[in-house]
Structure formats: structure tokens, C-alpha cells
């Protein structure tokens, strides 16, 4: 059967949701100030629209070979069967991608799970980071988030232990995604998570280690109509410092909204507004599967820092059709300043392939 | 010897004289052909669809669980999700929903549609709009529903609840098998909907990679509490195929039935042409013809026949075979693939079949006159003389009276695998051996006719009487048509008015309402109960739960019936067969019917257990009753002691006793207004009876073609050796005509000949029919469907049939001779032969 | 009595050729003609005429005064039943009926239902009385033909026609029989006209005809 078929959007049907101007339920938007509380904010907030749990990150393994690594865990509540009494009510719904960025590969190897959240398969916890899918998995346990991921052609078994403090996005953890004061989401960052554990695939298991990046980020109005995708990096700075930037792209390709924020190695943060943020677009590849075309190097002005991107390798497309429905490039990148190395991290470019709606 | 010469020599005088003949041997062939390849066809398409929807309903799935009709708790979901080797589990709810003011049901199946995707495909809609699969208020339409409910995208699609209406938007399509009148919709709307929470009606299973299937299944059977079991999906196709299967055999084995008696007037006619060409035959064999080749001729042409009437029989089974299916449906009327609607495609491999066994009837019709033809003595057939030497041969008796002693013998015989083959066996060594005794018969019923004093009828006697043999020939296929015209309607007679009496015992009420099956989403609560019960012009209204319950892992489901009654009367309510005391505390007391005892060996006084609502329930056997409705078996308890063990309060049906005076109209109009229009299906006793025996009339109706077609070959065959004995007796028509007998005299006297042939034909066969009838009622039907009938003959109707088939054949043979006897009797009587 | 007035009849072929014409001929009860010709001359064909089997090109047949033309198939054959009587040269006695029944046939067909005296008599007559219940297959040649004579007179008739009745018998036998079936037939009163080609048989006859295309003429008994 045609994968396509069997798409579950997250996003599009919201747009389809304004235009039959159906009664939807009243989603809360994130407003500061958010007090937020850990562990019980690592959790899940249901009342939310959409909500995930984005774990990218480098690894080494014992032959020196470097991969990159993507877990990720959405949440959506669609608004559907709220009144329902059934255990099978699709008020929650839960999907996960998962990828390994391995050069010798040439593209990635991904796969992804779809389940709607009930009898304890598929959840979410509320009291802290405790996802699931079947046999999926991503719990935080004290300190560190453990990650089991038994995929198609590749299993995961890895730890990630914070070695530093969470890094608040926006103001107080309210990040802006747009001109008007409805448009934000709730998020924070845990950069530098030290990665330890194995990744088998071919038949062989390989001890790992590596650096990685967490964002958790809930919001129930995520992308205005005007706006059709973003482009993100999250780098882990070699000195122990943390780089974030985003940029929210309208249907011309330019830019809607921006913004970002580096933390040094001391721990000051400096949150960037939309004047502080600049991706330039450089060298470009175009998809043999999708035709899509990504700008997959760029330039990225956060601050005064000129920050040159490049892919670990150019095809780092991750086709979500038969979970969320949508095509994205995610790929580890090398974050370089005139020329030198500065850290490691991941570049996230969606809304290339169709206008994205969330 | 060269070839070509011979075989015209042989064969050419065949084609010549006898080409209308040859022309009805053929289409009996083909009729029987085309009669049993359609069948098979219907039936193999048929089966092979409901295989096939199963398989692709079943997906990717390995293993299926399933449990009662009216559902399983969906904590066993998780359970079996968690099971080691599960890779993913499928949560699936069905129901039957009805829809107001139809009699049909829409198969309704709730999905998750995550899930379903991994295993089931087929079950998850199409549609842009994804969050449509999730939506409580969204169906997905499979093709054939939408078109049978003529609903557009959109559209709104009104299903009755309870008795009250949910409404839902069609959506889009659903790609189910074609002919599948299935919707789709989230398994929470229809847990939410139909009153369906917490309940699974089943799981469908995908095995992970490299599992092992026999532990994983293990694994899950061992996780199942009493009344859910877990099977393959084939498997299933298997129970369905099976439960159809002895209906399906006995349509076969009457199409059989069709061809053997086109055998037979292959025989008629080959019989007579040997006959008739017997002096050339002679004089070949005088100039050296061997005999062996001789008779391979003969039986060749035989096989001709049988050749070309089978590729005809095969190209009209064919049409036949769609034509049924468009008319009486796949099941050819038996009610068992409802809303399907499959055509036949043609196989090669099975036409060739039926192309052969068309030759191999034929052949085999062929080979006693081939025989004959190799055995007579050139000498004595040179001269002209009388021919009845010529089937002299027949009538040694001992092949005859062996197949009618084995055929004695076979009767008592159980069923082999659910299938009466025993019993048929006995009607096949009947039929055979009847006819291998035709002459002896023949002469005895000639010889008990008293010599009538009207001239043309004695001369028909004397001549019938002086050549037995010859007579037998026409009698063969008369006596086979007869004998299975007979039995056919008295076996259906008997069934019928088994069925009329035992539907007037059953139906004591007045008025019946019918929400829906336990699969239904439509039911009768208390509340609606107590509503029935005091409508004005009621007296007193009983209530009903049906459910279907799988007793036993692999086994074919048997339907419970939670009744109101009195145990004590028991026999008010059933027509009891059998029953015993009331069962010790401990045990609830049950009824059984027939089949299910037939099943199982239980009898009054023995105790069973089933499984309800996820445990064992322990049943004492309080009497068997007769019931004609459910072929797998039912199980009567009391509705209150079902409540109690299964909570379910629930009701399906409902029976109402009207007060005096009070009129069913007036009682209709009053649910009608309680409850709306067509939320439940009224009908009062009588209509019901009627229903049921129209259903009854459409599902025998094919037996009737194939009576009808019985006789017309009968007929056929008298005709064929009427005329070809007629030719032969040329001379003494030419001498009677001399004499002084009129054109119209002499007709009359063949129509008194063919009277009697007929009437001959007619009393062998009815005495052979009534047989065949008794072992149909006592022992195919009882063993194939596990119904007990009591025999009844149709008196009337025989009676009629019986002057029919005297009138006809009179007819037959005045017609066919009508060549012999326009002839100029100058000519004749001067012929030298 | 039997009167033929200038009878003609060509054989219908193929190819289609005259047999005879301008045929007269008187037979007045109690008489026995012969007819004689070669083979083929036509001469069962004038006894067809006669029986009313076969219809003449020109010419009037008139039997017991009855002129043949007016009447229909059926009621010819009513005429044959009741007044006329044949005789075969091959017997054709039917195989099926015991001798006694085979006698009784003409009387059976005209309706009569008591027969049992005139067969008896007939039977006598031919001297098989005692043979009534024996089957034709029981009996030589020479028997079956009187057999034969016996049902061609059971029933009395008018007229009687032999076709060639010595043909399939031996001398010795067919002098017997000719001397019964001239002698019976008189006896009877009826009007016989006996076709053969045996100069033999022609000499029990009062008149002896030959058919010639031209008609019959007197031929020399030999």
C-alpha cells in the first residue's frame, strides 16, 4: 500500500480545522510568566496542542567513526473525542522519529512510530520526561534521559546525562515565534548531554560516546498562518558553551520571525530578538526522492558571531509522511567561525518540501 | 486396415439416420455439463472470494483473536500487545448497524487506525484530511456499501443506536475487497456510539520478524480467558467454507446427478444405433473387422458425443454460472455471503475437467452397446430376423441385485467428515442397479397389465411385451428422470412441511419485533422493554438475547438463545424431541438443539460448560428440541439465569401477545410511534411464517431446474428409441395400414406404447424415487445439516406429475415415430429387411 | 365385385415411365383372375390400385360400386378393412401376436370384439385350427402363408388380392396352398384377382390377363 495514504498529519489539518471553521477546543496559550517547575515541567502538558521531546546529537564510536544521532517524540492533542468515555478516545496522540546520520551510509537510516496514547502502549507521562511508544522509549531518570529504540534497521540503547544547567529560551522559557503576543511556545534547551550507550545495526552492536542537544517545547499556536517553516541549529559549543538560533521563514523565503540565544562557558545567556539573527542560505541539494530542493550549508549571524554550517553529509532527509506528514531535513552539522571548528550540532530546515501549518 | 474407410463404413451410417438422435445426446451432455459446471463455478468463485475478502480483511495479520458476538474486554488489548513476539496488535470492534427502515445491516468496524495501518491495510480510509480517520463522527465507506446506501462524500449516514439514531458524515472511501458492504470508523466512536465500551470484538495480530509463530501463538492462547480464542486467518475461511460446505456438496452431487442421466441417453442412443446397424456391422465383421475395434468405434463415438456436448455444456455453464450469480446471488440462494457479489472467472483447468467428465458420462453410457456390438455373432445377425436378440444380453440380473444389495448395505453407514458420502453412495448402487434390472422390471410391470379390449392399445401391449429389452432401452432414462423427480419432491416436501409445522410450534405469539442480532447496533434495554410491555392492546410481551459463541478453539461458533420462559414448560416455547429433569443446582439449566446434540454427543441429564463473559459456565442439558433456523447448533437458557452470568441486559427480539380484540395493525402503529419508523422490524406470526418458507422456496428453487431438466432428458431419451424402433418396425406398420388400420389409428397405437413405456417408467422409477427419497430425508439431510424431517409424500402433486409424465410420453412417442409411420405403407411392406 | 375402367398409371420414378394404360377389367364375386407379366410390369402396382393404396393417373377403380376417387384416405382405408383381404408374398405375419390374433386382426381393427368363432372357422378353413395359440415363429413357411389366407378372409370380405402368394414357397407347398386359396375364396363368394408370375398358380384361375402397357389381354394357360 502507498505510504502516502496513510499520512496522520499533525500540521495540516489545523489549517483545514480555521477553514471548515469547525468547534475546536480552546487550546492555552503559552503566556508568561511561566513558572516552571522540573522535574514535573520535563513532562508532558496535555492541554497543549503539540509538544516534543528533540534529542539530536554527534557520537563517536570505538573506530573513530562519527554518526549523528536524532530521537524525537511529539505529542499532539488534536481536539478530538474530548467528551468521549472510551479508553480508545484519541485525545492524545504520539509519534517518534528516530535517525542515524552515518556517512558510509550517504543518507539516513530513519524510522518512525504512530499510536494514539492509551492502556499504557503508548504515553506520556506528566510527572517528568517519560515517553513511549510500544517499545520505544525516552525517560529521564534523575539526571539522565535514557533512550531505547529498538528501530527497523538499527536499535539504540543510549544515555544522555545533563552536564549542565537547562537552558531557558525566550524570556523565562516563553519563546516568540511571531509579531503577535498568542504566538509563542513554551521552551527550554539541555545543550551538552553527554551520550553513552550503543548503536547496532548491520548486525553489530558499537559502543558510542558523544555530545547532545535536548529541546522540549510545547505551544498550541506554533506557526501563524503568514509563516510556511523554520530553520534551526542547535550547536553544543566546544568550550561548554550552547548556540541556538531559528528563524521563522514566510512562503517567499524570507524571514517572519527570529531569534536565538548563546550561553558561554561561564553560564551567561544572551537571548537574541529577530534583529540578532540572520541565516544566510548557502550551497544547496536537491532531494533524488522528494525533488525537494534544501539549502544545506549556511551562514548564520547570531549576534556578531558569523557562523559557517556544513552537513556532515548532504543527504540528511527524513521523510515523516506516514507519521506526521511531513518531509524535513535534519542533519548533524559542523558549526564553524572564520574557518575554525566550534562545536558540533544539528541543522533542522522544515517547511521546504510544502508550507507547513502547526 | 486402413482407417478411414472403416470408420466411415462404421460410424457414417450413424451420422446419417441417426443425426437428430446424436443431436440430443449431445445437449443431454451438455445440459448435465452445463448444469454441473455451473454449480462448481458458483460455488468455487464463491468460496474463493469469501477466501480471499478474509485474507485481504486479514492483512498482514497472523494471527486473529476473536470471541463472542457481542465482545470481549478490551483489557485483554494490552495484554496481548505486550506478549513477546507481538509486533503490533490491532484493537478492532465490530457491529452489524442497522439502519432505519432497512432490513439489511451495514457491517460496521471501528479501527485504530495507527494500528490497522501496520496490519490491516485494507481497513483504514482514504481520505486528505487525516484527523477524518479519528473523528468520532466520520465513516469510510467501502465501495459496495456506498453505492448500496447511495451516499456521496459528505453525505449524512443515519445509524439506529440502541433504538435511537447516530449520525455520522461519510468521509471518503475505504478500500475493502470489492462486493464487501463494510464502513470504517475510529474505535472509539464506535465504542462511544454503539454503547460498546471496554469491549474488543477482535484482535488482529502481526508476528515480529523472526519470532517463532507456533510460541508467540502459545503465548497468546495462554493469555485469553474462556469463550476468546486465537487462530490464523485461513483458518477462519476454513470454518466459514466448512459450515457451507455440506450445502455446496449436495448441489454438486445434484448436478452430478444431471450428467449421469445425459449418460444415459447416450446410452439410449448408442444402444439403438448398434442395434440398428447391427447387419453392417455383421458384414464387416464377415470381412474381417476385428472385434475390439469394432467395439473402440462404438465407444469413440460415444466419446464424440460426450466431447462436443461437453465443450457446449462448459460454454453454457459458464453463462449459466453468471447468469445465477446476478439472479440468485454467490450462495446460489442459501443466505451465506450476504452483499457479495463476485463473477465467475473461467478457469481452463476446470472447464477441461468438466469437458472430461461430460466424454467419461458419455463413454460410459457407450460401453455396454460398444460391447454388444463386439460380442454379436456375424452369422446369426446376418439374417434378418427378430431383434430382440439383440439386447438380449442385458438382462442378466446379478450385476443389478448386487448394487441394490450394497446399496442396502451402505444406508446404515455414518457420515465421513460431516459428509453423507455413504448415503450418496447408496442412491448412486440404487439408481444403477435399477436400471441394470430394467428389463426384468419391465417385463414384470408389463406382464401385470391386463389386456386391454380397445385394439390399438392390445396391439401396444403384445408388442411392448414381446421384446423387453428393447422396451428397457426406453425406459432407462424415463425411469432415472422419474426416480429423481420423485425423490427431489419428496425430500422438499417433506423438508417443507417439516418446516411449516415446526415454524407454526415456534411461533406461538402474535407479533415479533426483531432489533438485531448481539452483533447489532441496535438492542432493546429495559427501558424500551417496559415501553413494549405496556403498549395498549398488549397482553404479554417475552424477550430475547441471541449471541454466537465460540465453544471450543478452531470450532464452528453455536448460538445461544436467552429466552423468557417457564423451565417447567419448556415445551410451550420449543419443539422438544427429547427431554429430561431439570438440572441439579450448580449447573443452569439449558435446551439443546438437535444439531448441537449431534455435535457433541450431549443428551438430557449431561452436563457442558461454555464460555460467557470471560469465564466457564457449567450448563445441565434439560431436553433437545428441533430447530430449523441455526445449522451449527443452539443452546435455549433463561434470560434472567444469562443476565446473571454475563450482565449483559440487553435484548434482541421481542415476542408480544395481543389482548383480545386488540388488532397486530393498531399494535405496529403504537411501536412505530413509540420508537420511530423502522427502528425495529415488526412482523406478525404469520408474516413471519411466510418469510421464512419463501426463503425456504428460493433456496430449493434450483432444485427444480434440475428436476425439470431430469425429465426433459428423460423424455429425450424416450423420444430417441421411439424413433429409432419405430423405423425398424416399418414393415408392420406398412402390414397394419394394409390391413385396414388408419394413419390415426396407428398413431393412437403408438401414443398407447409410449403410455405405456411411460407408465412403466413411471411406477420403476417412483418405487425407486420413494427410495431414494427416504434415504435423502433419513440420511443425507440428517447427516449433511443435522436436521431431522419426517417424511411426507406429496400426494397431489405426484399425482399430477405422474398423469403429466404418462400424457407426455404418449405424446414423445407419437411424435417421434411420425416419420415411420407417414411412410408409404406400399414401400414399406415391400422392403426386404 | 371390382371394376376397373380404363385405368392408367406410369411408375413416379425416378425416372418417371408408363406401366400401363387403358386398363379394364370386371371381376364378379365368386371369380378368380390372375394377372401375369414379367417382373416389374406394374402388376402390384394395379393391385395397389385396386386396394385403394394408390390413386391412377386416369381411369376409374370401383369397388363393391364404390368409386374410389371420391373417397378420402380414411375412409379407403375403412373400405380395405372391411372388404378387402390381402395376401403377401411375404407372409407378413406380425411376430408379436399368436397365430389366433394374427387371424383376428382385420375383424380387431374394424371393432368387432367377438372373435373367436370366426377365426376358429377362418382356421378351419385353412386346416391350422388346432394352431391358434401358437406363435408364427413355431410354424414353417407353408403354414404362416395359410395363416396368412385365414386373416385375408376372417372377416368375409368382398374382394380379395394375392401379391405373388406362391412366391416364397416350395412346389410341393405352393400347390398345396394354391388349391386352398382358389378353393376358400369361392367358396367365400369373393371377387379375387391374384398377380403372379407362375404360370403354375395362374392355372387354378377362371381368367388368366396379361398386363401389357396397352392394357390386359387374354394370355394362354399353359
Not at chain 2, 465513516?139 to 448500496?148: N, Y
Request: hydrophobic share 50%; proline share 5%.
Amino acid at each position: 500500500m502507498n505510504p502516502l495514504r496513510r499520512r496522520l498529519l499533525i500540521a495540516a489539518p489545523m489549517s483545514l480545522v480555521a477553514a471548515r471553521a469547525r468547534a475546536r477546543v480552546d487550546y492555552p496559550p503559552v503566556a508568561a510568566p511561566l513558572e516552571l517547575a522540573f522535574p514535573r515541567d520535563h513532562g508532558s502538558h496535555p492541554a497543549f496542542r503539540t509538544e516534543w521531546w528533540y534529542a539530536t546529537g554527534w557520537t563517536r564510536d570505538e573506530d573513530g567513526v562519527e554518526r549523528g544521532v536524532q530521537v524525537t517524540f511529539f505529542r499532539n492533542r488534536p481536539g478530538i473525542a474530548e467528551r468521549s468515555q472510551s479508553a480508545f478516545a484519541p485525545r492524545e496522540l504520539l509519534f517518534a522519529h528516530a535517525a542515524v546520520a552515518d556517512p558510509a551510509v550517504g543518507r539516513l537510516v530513519h524510522d518512525q512510530r504512530a499510536a494514539r496514547a492509551g492502556f499504557g502502549l503508548a504515553q506520556a507521562s506528566t510527572a517528568t520526561t517519560d515517553v513511549r511508544i510500544d517499545d520505544w522509549t525516552f525517560a529521564l531518570d534523575g539526571d539522565t534521559y535514557v533512550a531505547h529504540v529498538p528501530a527497523r534497521e538499527f536499535t539504540l540503547a543510549l544515555r544522555y546525562r545533563a552536564t549542565q544547567a537547562v537552558l531557558l529560551q525566550g524570556t523565562g522559557g516563553v519563546s516568540r515565534k511571531g509579531p503577535r503576543p498568542a504566538q509563542t511556545s513554551a521552551y527550554y534547551s539541555r545543550p551538552h548531554l553527554a551520550i553513552e550507550g550503543t548503536i547496532t545495526s548491520d548486525g553489530r552492536r558499537r559502543r558510542v560516546r558523544g555530545v547532545a542537544w535536548l529541546d522540549h517545547e510545547w505551544s498550541s499556536d506554533y506557526l501563524a498562518d503568514q509563516a510556511s517553516g523554520w530553520d534551526w541549529i542547535g550547536v553544543p559549543l566546544d568550550d561548554g558553551g550552547a548556540l541556538m538560533a531559528y528563524r521563522i521563514r514566510d512562503p517567499g523565503g524570507g524571514t517572519y520571525w527570529a531569534g536565538g540565544a548563546i550561553r558561554d562557558a561561564a553560564g551567561t545567556t544572551r537571548i537574541l530578538g529577530p534583529d540578532g539573527v540572520e541565516f544566510r542560505p548557502g550551497r544547496r541539494w536537491r532531494s533524488p526522492r522528494t525533488g525537494v530542493d534544501y539549502p544545506v550549508a549556511f551562514v548564520v549571524r547570531t549576534g556578531d558571531l558569523e557562523v559557517t554550517l556544513d552537513p556532515l553529509m548532504d543527504d540528511q532527509e527524513l521523510d515523516a509522511r506516514a507519521s506526521v506528514g511531513i518531509v524535513y531535513w535534519e542533519g548533524a552539522v559542523v558549526a564553524r567561525v572564520a574557518g575554525r571548528a566550534i562545536g558540533r550540532g544539528y541543522l533542522e530546515l522544515a517547511g521546504y518540501a510544502r508550507p507547513l501549518r502547526l | 486396415m486402413n482407417a478411414a474407410p472403416v470408420l466411415r463404413a462404421v460410424s457414417g451410417g450413424a451420422l446419417g439416420a441417426d443425426r437428430g438422435r446424436l443431436a440430443l445426446a449431445v445437449a443431454a451432455i451438455a445440459l448435465g455439463v452445463a448444469l454441473g459446471y455451473a454449480i462448481h463455478t458458483v460455488n468455487r468463485t464463491a468460496v474463493a472470494e469469501f477466501s480471499t475478502g478474509v485474507a485481504t480483511l486479514a492483512g498482514r495479520a497472523d494471527l486473529v483473536i476473536r470471541g463472542p458476538a457481542d465482545g470481549f474486554d478490551e483489557a485483554i488489548y494490552p495484554r496481548i500487545a505486550r506478549t513477546a513476539g507481538v509486533a503490533v496488535a490491532s484493537p478492532v470492534v465490530e457491529a452489524d448497524a442497522r439502519l432505519p427502515g432497512r432490513t439489511e445491516s451495514l457491517r460496521l468496524i471501528g479501527v485504530d487506525a495507527f494500528r490497522a495501518a501496520a496490519v490491516t491495510p485494507a481497513l483504514v480510509g482514504e481520505s486528505d484530511a487525516a484527523l477524518d480517520l479519528l473523528e468520532p463522527d466520520r465513516v469510510f465507506l467501502a465501495p459496495a456499501a456506498a453505492a448500496w446506501l447511495g451516499l456521496a462524500d459528505g453525505a449524512t449516514l443515519a445509524l439506529q443506536s440502541g433504538t435511537g439514531i447516530v449520525e455520522f458524515v461519510v468521509a471518503g472511501r475505504v478500500g475493502a475487497p470489492a462486493g464487501r458492504r463494510l464502513a470504517v470508523v475510529d474505535i472509539a466512536a464506535l465504542q462511544d456510539a454503539f454503547g460498546r465500551r471496554g469491549r474488543l470484538t477482535r484482535i488482529d495480530v502481526r508476528i515480529a520478524p523472526g519470532a517463532p509463530p507456533a510460541g508467540v501463538r502459545a503465548a497468546i492462547a495462554a493469555a485469553l480467558p474462556p469463550g476468546v480464542v486465537v487462530s490464523a486467518p485461513d483458518e477462519e475461511a476454513d470454518i466459514a467454507a466448512r459450515m457451507t460446505r455440506a450445502y455446496r456438496v449436495n448441489l454438486d452431487v445434484l448436478a452430478l446427478v444431471a450428467l449421469f442421466t445425459g449418460s444415459l441417453l447416450v446410452f439410449t442412443t448408442q444402444a439403438l444405433s448398434v442395434a440398428r446397424r447391427r447387419t453392417s456391422f455383421a458384414l464387416l465383421r464377415t470381412l474381417g473387422l476385428p472385434r475390439n475395434r469394432l467395439a473402440a468405434i462404438v465407444a469413440a463415438e460415444g466419446a464424440a458425443i460426450g466431447a462436443a456436448g461437453g465443450v457446449a455444456g462448459v460454454a453454457i455453464g459458464h453463462a449459466l454460472a453468471l447468469a445465477l450469480t446476478r439472479i440468485v446471488g454467490a450462495d446460489l440462494g442459501a443466505g451465506f455471503f450476504r452483499g457479495t457479489a463476485p463473477m465467475p472467472a473461467f478457469s481452463a483447468g476446470w472447464a477441461l475437467a468438466y469437458v472430461g467428465a461430460g466424454t467419461a458420462a458419455a463413454i460410459a453410457g457407450a460401453w455396454l452397446p460398444a460391447r454388444e456390438a463386439a460380442r454379436a455373432a456375424p452369422a446369426a445377425a446376418l439374417k434378418a430376423g427378430d431383434d430382440e436378440s439383440a439386447y438380449a444380453r442385458l438382462a442378466r440380473p446379478w450385476p443389478g441385485l448386487a448394487c441394490l444389495a450394497g446399496a442396502l448395505g451402505l444406508v446404515g453407514l455414518p457420515p465421513v467428515d460431516g459428509l453423507p458420502l455413504a448415503g450418496y453412495a447408496a442412491i448412486a448402487l440404487l439408481l444403477v442397479g435399477t436400471l441394470l434390472l430394467r428389463p426384468r422390471l419391465a417385463r414384470g410391470v408389463l406382464a401385470s397389465v391386463p389386456r386391454p379390449r380397445r385394439v390399438v392399445a392390445a396391439l401396444a401391449l403384445d408388442s411392448l411385451r414381446a421384446a423387453p429389452a428393447q422396451a428397457g432401452v426406453s425406459l432407462a432414462a424415463i425411469v432415472a428422470a422419474v426416480a429423481l423427480a420423485v425423490s427431489m419432491a419428496i425430500m422438499v416436501a417433506s423438508f417443507r412441511t417439516s418446516l411449516a409445522d415446526w415454524l407454526d410450534r415456534v411461533l406461538p405469539a402474535d407479533v415479533y419485533l426483531r432489533a438485531g442480532g448481539a452483533s447489532s447496533t441496535a438492542w432493546i434495554d429495559a427501558e424500551a422493554r417496559a415501553a413494549l410491555a405496556g403498549l395498549p392492546g398488549v397482553r404479554r410481551a417475552t424477550f430475547l438475547r441471541s449471541v454466537s459463541i465460540v465453544p471450543v478453539a478452531g470450532d464452528a461458533p453455536v448460538t445461544l438463545l436467552a429466552r423468557d420462559l417457564d423451565p417447567a414448560r419448556a415445551g410451550d416455547a420449543l419443539v422438544l424431541v427429547d427431554e429430561g429433569p431439570l438440572p441439579a443446582a450448580g449447573a443452569t439449566p439449558a435446551w439443546i438443539s438437535e444439531a448441537w446434540a449431534d455435535r457433541t454427543g450431549a443428551k438430557p441429564g449431561d452436563t457442558f460448560e461454555l464460555p460467557l463473559a470471560g469465564r466457564r459456565a457449567r450448563f445441565g442439558v434439560a431436553g433437545v428440541f428441533r430447530d430449523y433456523a441455526r445449522q451449527t447448533g443452539a443452546i435455549v437458557v433463561e434470560r434472567t439465569d444469562y443476565g446473571r452470568l454475563t450482565g449483559d441486559d440487553r435484548a434482541s427480539d421481542a415476542a408480544l401477545w395481543l389482548a383480545p380484540g386488540a388488532s397486530a395493525a393498531d399494535v405496529r402503529a403504537a411501536i412505530e410511534a413509540r420508537f420511530g419508523d423502522g427502528r425495529l422490524t415488526v412482523a406478525t406470526a404469520g408474516e413471519v411464517r411466510a418469510v421464512s418458507l419463501a426463503i425456504f422456496d428460493r433456496t430449493f428453487a434450483v432444485t427444480w431446474v434440475l428436476e425439470a431438466a431430469a425429465i426433459g432428458i428423460g423424455l429425450a431419451g424416450l423420444s430417441a428409441s421411439f424413433g429409432a424402433l419405430s423405423l425398424a418396425r416399418r414393415r408392420e406398420f406398412g402390414v397394419l395400414r394394409h390391413l385396414g388400420m388408419t394413419r390415426g389409428e396407428l398413431g393412437a397405437m403408438l401414443a398407447w406404447e409410449g403410455a405405456l413405456v411411460g407408465g412403466a417408467g413411471l411406477s420403476i422409477g417412483a418405487a425407486l424415487g420413494g427410495l431414494i427419497a427416504v434415504i435423502l430425508v433419513h440420511v443425507v439431510n440428517r447427516q449433511s445439516f443435522r436436521w431431522s424431517m419426517d417424511l411426507h409424500l406429496p400426494a397431489a402433486e405426484l399425482a399430477a406429475f405422474g398423469l403429466a409424465m404418462v400424457a407426455l410420453a404418449a405424446l414423445t412417442a407419437r411424435a417421434s415415430a411420425r416419420r415411420a409411420t407417414a411412410t408409404d405403407a406400399v414401400a414399406a411392406v415391400k422392403d426386404d429387411w | 365385385m371390382i371394376e376397373l375402367v380404363q385405368v392408367a398409371r406410369r411408375w413416379p420414378g425416378p425416372p418417371p415411365r408408363p406401366l400401363f394404360d387403358g386398363v379394364s377389367l370386371t371381376v364378379a364375386r365368386g371369380e378368380l383372375v390372375a394377372i401375369v407379366g414379367e417382373s416389374g410390369s406394374g402388376k402390384s402396382t394395379l393391385l395397389n390400385l385396386i386396394a385403394g393404396l394408390d390413386t391412377p393417373d386416369r381411369g376409374r377403380v370401383l369397388v363393391d360400386g364404390a368409386d374410389l376417387a371420391r373417397l378420402d384416405d380414411d375412409a379407403r382405408t375403412r373400405l380395405r378393412r372391411e372388404r378387402l383381404g390381402f395376401v403377401f408374398q411375404a407372409f407378413h405375419v406380425l411376430p408379436y401376436l399368436t397365430v389366433g390374433q394374427n387371424v383376428a386382426l382385420p375383424l380387431a381393427l374394424a371393432g368387432i370384439g367377438d372373435t373367436g368363432t370366426r377365426v376358429h372357422a377362418a382356421l378351419a378353413a385353412v386346416g391350422l385350427a388346432d394352431r391358434a395359440h401358437s406363435r408364427p415363429r413355431e410354424l414353417s413357411g407353408g403354414e404362416l402363408q395359410r395363416v396368412a389366407i385365414a386373416r385375408a378372409l376372417v372377416h368375409e370380405p368382398a374382394v380379395v388380392l394375392a401379391d405373388e402368394p406362391t412366391g416364397n414357397l416350395d412346389p410341393r407347398t405352393a400347390t398345396t396352398v394354391l388349391a386352398l386359396f382358389g378353393d376358400v375364396t369361392r367358396r367365400r363368394g369373393a371377387a379375387t384377382v391374384m398377380a403372379t408370375h407362375s404360370r403354375a398358380a395362374a392355372r387354378i384361375a377362371d381368367r388368366v390377363l396379361a398386363l401389357t402397357p396397352d392394357g390386359l389381354v387374354p394370355a394362354d394357360a399353359q
